[in-house]
């Protein structure tokens, strides 16, 4: 074996971990959705209706390995402004002081700290038990929540909105939530407001390639 | 004269009345009979196709809710109890009067 040859072997050896080192790191997905189609769904009961609105003022970073799922870590942020419902004057009181007072709390966040379990459901899919801290007109509040989440390497392209190679992670997740944990009208208004929030998410995160 | 003048208010009030009736239920109508408030816009979803998520699109559109007909029947009491009280008053004028 000449030395040339033992150098080739130990560059291609060297380039393989290399490679492999890349492919095992967390993949850094941003929640800013350029196609603007991130939204969580929130829904109230109330003797007339119930109250359903949207959220789309979305971002945030997941760090995700698809290899290993349970070192997911990260951080969605909502714009509460973003709040939407079809009736203005509920559309006011919803982001007024009784309610979310967006003025002195922009921000809805749910900080991801641990995986607690999860299970492949296929070579894409993982059911999660996250854990970490909701927070929400200022009060933090430790909460566990289910999640899928769906790997989809290389289709950033294709799904349009950023003219970029690269991965994309959808969340999709569905649960509730008390107001009076979060200090929104704790205990009031029961009778015309339910107290449980439910929410459901509906998010992509990208991963733009070089 | 003045009973013909009365009775033809009391009359008048009736029809505003029945037209605010009509106005609040004809509106409701308009936004399809929705028991719920009124909205300015309506949400429709739509699917983005590689990530299949669901996401809201926001129509300006005025769909009258439950205050319309609602309204427009307080309004409508409030004129058809002042034209029927106006009338019987009247009649029960005239009634003296001319016994």
């Known amino acids: 074996m000449t030395v040339s040859t033992i150098k080739r072997l130990l560059l291609a050896a060297g380039l393989g971990l290399t490679a492999a080192a890349l492919s095992a790191a967390p993949i850094e997905f941003d929640f800013k959705d350029p196609k603007g189609v991130n939204n969580i769904v929130f829904q109230l009961d109330a003797p007339l209706e119930s109250i359903n609105g949207t959220a789309t003022g979305i971002s945030g970073n997941v760090h995700y390995d698809p290899d290993d799922p349970a070192s997911l870590k990260g951080r969605i942020v909502v714009e509460a402004g973003s709040l939407h419902v079809g009736n203005p004057l509920m559309r006011e009181h919803l982001h007024g002081n009784g309610w979310l007072n967006v003025q002195a709390h922009p921000e809805i966040q749910f900080e991801v700290e641990s995986v607690d379990a999860y299970e492949r459901t296929d070579e894409r899919n993982v059911l999660a038990t996250l854990s970490g801290t909701m927070t929400i007109k200022g009060v933090a509040k430790p909460m566990t929540v289910q999640a899928r989440l769906t790997y989809l390497p290389g289709m950033l392209r294709a799904r349009g909105g950023i003219d970029a190679d690269g991965d994309l992670l959808v969340v999709r997740s569905d649960f509730p939530i008390s107001r009076t944990d979060f200090g929104i009208r704790p205990g009031q208004n029961l009778d015309r407001v339910a107290d449980e929030i439910r929410l459901t998410l509906s998010l992509a995160g990208i991963a733009p390639r070089g | ?99």
């Open chain 2, 1 to 99: 004269m003045h009973h013909s003048f009365q009775r033809r208010f009391s009359r008048c009030l009736i029809g505003i009345g029945l037209f605010c009736l009509a106005v609040g239920l004809a509106f409701w109508g308009y936004g399809g009979f929705r028991v719920g408030w009124t909205v300015t816009s309506v949400t429709v979803m739509e699917v983005d196709p590689i990530t299949e998520l669901s996401f809201p699109v926001h129509e300006d559109k005025f769909l009258p809710g439950i205050e319309f007909p609602v309204a427009g029947s307080l309004l409508a009491l409030g004129f058809l109890a002042a034209g029927f009280g106006l009338g019987r008053f009247t009649s029960s004028v005239s009634t003296k009067k001319s016994s």
